[in-house]
């Protein structure tokens, strides 16, 4: 408190007067760049925009694309919401945001290819406003359903470059977080082969709090984070622009897997599987992430929150893949924790 | 806390010497009698049986059957599990349990049948003892696909008579308390047509807990608790013989409806609206549903807990039903709360 307290009295710590304006303008952007990019991409399908409004305050424009060429459904929302209180998940966080009201804005993404070979994909970055503080968040994640070395270490090295650009600790530390975060605590399954997440990123220069409520797996992160210490130094602007770099390097990273994945015939065992294994993903969604528990607890639209959710989803009690096969190449390497950008193709 | 405290000192407030057998026995004799009556219902399908030990303590059996003639999937699981501490969302509701080992047994079941003309259905009654407090509970819901009023009646009036021999106002309490509990907030829906569903049953007599966390839906449950106010008097031998009534009520509540509309032709549109409602069974049990989050926060075993979720399940953003169907119809009458057990054919 004494440290935050110091570092509010230097003109750094505060957003610039026009800063939710530049922010959500960037996310209705980034929406923009997105869906045109992902409808040059599937050459057939369109997304169909949904404008609507919150009661307590603000609103969004939902964009999902359904029975595509490439996606068996897309959703891309952007969201712009304020009001009285943010709930308790997000207030034993910030304790300093209590009693005051709040201002979030994101844009969020996820991607339901129909070919077994594409890998699920989800974005989301967004932005918070709440009385003394402010924080960045968000994250892109690959959950791939057949194991691509070659595509794990492209889209982790191409996150890496957006880092990098910013501070050297980055990659590493929103890597290890971001595995923790997308793990699955009653599979013992990482989701996909993770990616980078990160949160309450502001000039208090915490890059991981080191108690976690509800964190999922081991410590790795939060050692890892104590070990690099705080990043002190980091305006506003620093981190926006850092967030813009991440946002932007979505389609690089996931647009080339699509390429080289979308033409590989597959069959009903491969579809079966891919149908399967999107369980998990709602799984996921439903049990664990904060983004769908924060839209659910704070009235958000339904509709929108939950169009993360996978068209067609099959649970069989008892699976097991076959040893030896590509099904069990996933759960023994792709579903743990792994160092993807050093990965080479002999290694 | 006085009352309790007076309660404890007569004998009818301890459970007997073999409590534990009794109730353990007779869950398990329950699966036993479930599973032979869908057994022959079904005429082709059988469960197979897998045994499972918990590390803490503990274990149980689950059965499942897969792909029969009219049950596309169907669990019916027994637990007895046992250890160190109950977890926090069970000791807000029981403080004086804090501290104390607990002992839990319990029988669960869900049936999915693939004919969208027969409603999906779900059973669970168990027991609990933690150092100085025990309590039964459970119940038993319908979710039906299509609406048909006859049923939604004989379901409840079955409910109703088992739970009549026991007390003239257990039926009313644990009616509303079903339609509060299988209350999806976020989508303004209850799951079915309800059933009966109670929890913390002792010989405190308090019918329903006045302050309930969670809860999803408005307070007519509490209201009429409170005029009911607290039925004393009942022994730890009167709960076991209700529960047990109430867990016998199962079969003639649902196998008749079952041989009424399994034979009623249908086409991909009623599939494809089964498959989308079996999301909102998805969404409960992972977003609010007491046992999965008790199982998942207790260690217990993944794929029995989870193997109440449907084989096949489908979201569709946006979706409507068309005014005038039979899909509208049961949005607009089957998923709020209704006084079934007094329809009539001519209502």
Redesign the interface.
């Known amino acids: 408190m004494t440290a935050f307290s110091t570092e509010v009295s230097t003109s750094q710590a505060f957003p610039p007067s026009d800063s939710r304006e530049r922010v959500s303008h960037w996310m209705k952007s980034l929406q923009n760049k997105i869906c045109q990019g992902l409808e040059q991409l599937d050459g057939e399908g369109k997304f169909q925009q949904?404008n609507w409004e919150r009661a307590e305050g603000g609103g969004g424009r939902?964009r999902?694309m359904?029975e595509g060429r490439i996606f068996e459904?897309g959703?891309v929302g952007f969201s712009e919401v304020w009001g009285k209180d943010l709930p308790p998940s997000i207030l034993v966080q910030r304790p300093e945001a209590a009693g005051h009201g709040f201002y979030a804005t994101g844009t969020s993404m996820v991607l339901h290819p129909r070919n077994p070979y594409v890998p699920t994909v989800h974005l989301n970055y967004r932005y918070f406003e709440a009385g003394p503080v402010w924080w960045f968040g968000g994250g892109i994640d690959l959950t791939p359903y057949y194991p691509f070395a070659e595509d794990a270490q492209h889209f982790h090295a191409t996150l890496k470059n957006a880092c990098d650009a910013h501070h050297s600790e980055y990659y590493n530390t929103f890597k290890l977080w971001c595995d923790e975060y997308f793990y699955l605590?009653?599979?013992g399954e990482t989701r996909g082969i993770g990616g980078i997440f990160f949160d309450y990123q502001d000039t208090q220069g915490v890059l991981y709090p080191i108690s976690y409520p509800g964190s999922q797996m081991d410590t790795a992160a939060a050692q890892h984070s104590q070990a690099v210490g705080s990043v002190k130094g980091r305006t506003w602007e620093d981190l926006f622009a850092f967030v813009q770099d991440c946002g932007n390097a979505f389609l690089p990273a996931y647009v080339p897997i699509v390429e080289r994945r979308n033409d590989i015939a597959y069959g009903e065992h491969q579809r079966n599987f891919q149908?399967y294994r999107r369980?998990r993903y709602?799984?996921f969604n439903?049990?664990y992430d904060r983004g769908t528990i924060f839209g659910?607890q704070t009235n958000g639209r339904?509709?929108s929150?939950?169009?993360s959710?996978?068209?067609?989803?099959?649970?069989?009690?008892?699976y097991q893949p076959e040893p030896g096969s590509p099904e069990a190449s996933l759960y023994d390497t792709f579903l743990k924790p792994q160092d993807w950008v050093n990965w080479r193709p002999n290694s």
Chains 1, 2 share one sequence.
């Open positions: 949904d939902s999902v359904k459904q959703g605590k009653h599979r149908l369980g709602v799984e439903l049990v659910l339904t509709e929150i939950l169009m959710l996978p068209p067609m989803v099959r649970w069989e009690y008892g």
